[in-house]
């Protein structure tokens, strides 16, 4: 596992786990192979047999509690958590992964008193105090400033430590109503990490144009594999995709599946592509003698056993706009919304947040102006899909659903063919777990905040506003 050999780390896991079934550490570790190597649905059944196992090692169920949380299966994952927290009380990072489980689950008070004790354990735990600063609107007679200021010199050659340390200053003097000094710790936490990934904005193009070259005309309707099971809610990350879950997962004949990446994982499989990316020019190029109905069935089966709660499900992974020709193609009946946001609002929020440093995604973000340009390739992609897929895209802006709610939900209920059920309208209301970076704005109600928060940097914002505008985009919709 540690080469990332592992197809040959599955063989050896398999084998100690069918030699000694009853010895936790193998089952458990198998679990950790499966969901690293995407396969999520296999990776559950094996985690929920190592939980029935004894264990009284903090650590491994902690480890057992991270499979949880990428397998979507967030209460679970809240359980093994707790018994590590309760297990390992002098941990800070098992009191960490306690307090997001609480964050996601909607119990800020816990979260904070748990992220706390975190802190007194580990007082440069930098993850911790970025996650403190974003569970609460700060005050002037209540904030973290000071603690935070006095931690920059000490985070050494953490650079993505000193990124977050920024970045919840950057929040916190937002909420403070100081804009200028917000916006400096956010360029000074983002060029901390600029260039550790090697980032090129060029594969993206590379990409796209990949993409749009794939797909050049309307075609007839391929069979597919037909199930109007899935529901894809798709957009740019930090663009309200969360909220629209929100509201259609309170609908009570559908479930939220949360972020998947298994249609990504199903194309690259089919393809016979072995290269490390997930979406490669390869891949694009093999999905020429693909069988569509076969990456259907293999994308809905690999969501089981999960998905089949309720009739529908939703998939909210944000870059599936990525793959949204292989969607329509793949899943005939497959109902795909994509959100919108206004692009300057879109690009600083993007900008603003500590992604996961090990996500494929989001090498973008650490650049103001290449955020920009992943903007311009967003838009035009989905340009691009909407021309050749007349009708199957719903595109809904973020600004229309905060404004007009009622309309909004009733015309994404139309959309996906579900009657009306008043609970969308409440869906703060909702108790399912929220694992984004939203999952403490979803339990409020709809309000209108964030629109428009772009007018607050706008001298700072000069350059991208010119980048987008250049492009053909309206800055001001």
């Not at 899943?331 to 603003?352: M, V, Y």
């Given at each position: 596992m ?12 398999h ?15 198998l679990?950790r192979?499966l969901?690293?190597?995407f396969?999520t649905?296999?990776a559950l059944h094996?985690a929920n047999i190592a939980?029935a ?7 491994l169920l902690?480890?057992?509690?991270n ?8 209460e ?10 309760a297990l390992?009380q002098t ?5 960490f ?8 689950a909607g ?6 008193s748990?992220?706390e004790?975190c802190?007194?354990?580990?007082p ?22 000071d ?10 050659n ?5 990124m ?15 804009y200028p000094k917000a ?8 060029s ?8 090129s ?8 144009a990949?993409?749009i070259d794939?797909f050049p005309e ?6 597919g594999?037909?199930t ?5 809610v798709?957009g740019?990350?930090?663009?309200g995709?969360?909220l629209?879950?929100r509201?259609?997962?309170?609908h009570?004949e559908?479930y939220a599946?949360?972020?998947?990446a298994?249609f ?14 997930l979406?490669s020019?390869?891949?694009i190029?093999?999905s020429h003698?693909m ?5 259907g069935?293999q994308y809905l089966?690999s ?14 992974l ?5 793959y949204?020709?292989?969607i329509?193609?793949?899943l005939?009946n497959?109902?795909i919304?994509?959100?919108r ?7 600083l ?5 500590p992604f996961p ?7 973008y973000s650490?650049?103001?102006l290449n955020?920009?340009?992943y903007y311009?390739l967003f838009?035009r ?7 050749i897929?007349p ?7 973020y600004e229309t659903l ?9 015309q994404?209920?139309e959309f996906c063919n579900?009657?009306?059920d008043?609970?969308?309208?409440s869906?703060?209301r ?8 939203s999952a403490?704005q ?20 000069a350059g991208?506003?010119d ?6 985009i309206?800055?001001?919709q």
């Amino acid at each position: 596992m540690d080469l990332r050999e592992m197809t040959a780390a599955l063989k050896h896991l398999h084998r100690a786990a069918s030699a000694e079934p009853r010895h936790a550490p193998y089952t458990v570790h198998l679990a950790r192979a499966l969901v690293e190597t995407f396969r999520t649905s296999e990776a559950l059944h094996v985690a929920n047999i190592a939980a029935a196992l004894p264990m009284e090692d903090a650590l491994l169920l902690d480890t057992l509690g991270n499979i949880y949380m990428r397998c979507h299966a967030h209460e679970r994952a809240m359980s093994m958590f707790r018994r590590a927290a309760a297990l390992a009380q002098t941990n800070a990072d098992c009191r960490f992964n306690y307090a997001t489980s609480l964050v996601f689950a909607g119990d800020i008070d816990r979260a904070e008193s748990e992220l706390e004790a975190c802190l007194t354990l580990a007082p440069n735990h930098c993850a911790a105090h970025e996650y403190l600063s974003q569970i609460r609107r700060q005050s002037i007679d209540s904030n973290h400033i000071d603690r935070l200021l006095s931690l920059l010199d000490k985070a050494g050659n953490d650079r993505f430590g000193l990124m977050r340390l920024h970045l919840a200053l950057s929040k916190e003097y937002e909420d403070l109503g100081n804009y200028p000094k917000a916006f400096e710790h956010t360029m000074l936490g983002k060029s901390a990490v600029r260039g550790t990934d090697h980032y090129s904005i060029d594969h993206d193009e590379a990409i796209v144009a990949g993409l749009i070259d794939a797909f050049p005309e309307p075609q007839l309707q391929p069979a597919g594999y037909l199930t109007d099971e899935p529901i894809f809610v798709m957009g740019m990350p930090r663009s309200g995709t969360t909220l629209l879950e929100r509201i259609l997962s309170s609908h009570p004949e559908v479930y939220a599946a949360g972020e998947l990446a298994n249609f990504g994982v199903a194309l690259k499989i089919l393809s016979g592509d072995t290269s490390p990316k997930l979406l490669s020019p390869e891949v694009i190029h093999q999905s020429h003698n693909m069988s569509w109905e076969r990456l259907g069935d293999q994308y809905l089966s690999s969501t089981r056993p999960a998905t089949s709660m309720k009739p529908r499900f939703i998939d909210k992974l944000p870059h599936n706009f990525l793959y949204a020709g292989f969607i329509a193609n793949a899943l005939p009946n497959a109902k795909i919304i994509c959100l919108r946001r206004n692009p300057l609002d879109t690009c600083l929020s993007n900008f603003r947040m500590p992604f996961p440093e090990a996500s494929p995604f989001y090498g973008y973000s650490f650049d103001l102006l290449n955020t920009g340009r992943y903007y311009i390739l967003f838009d035009r992609l989905m340009a691009h899909w909407k021309r050749i897929f007349p009708g199957r895209i719903l595109e809904v802006h973020y600004e229309t659903l905060v404004a007009s709610q009622e309309a909004s939900s009733r015309q994404l209920l139309e959309f996906c063919n579900l009657p009306w059920d008043d609970a969308c309208l409440s869906f703060e209301r909702n108790r399912t777990p929220a694992s984004t970076a939203s999952a403490t704005q979803v339990r409020q109600p709809i309000h209108k905040a964030a629109v428009g928060r772009w007018r607050r940097y706008e001298a700072q914002l000069a350059g991208l506003r010119d980048l987008l505008t250049t492009a053909g985009i309206n800055c001001d919709q």
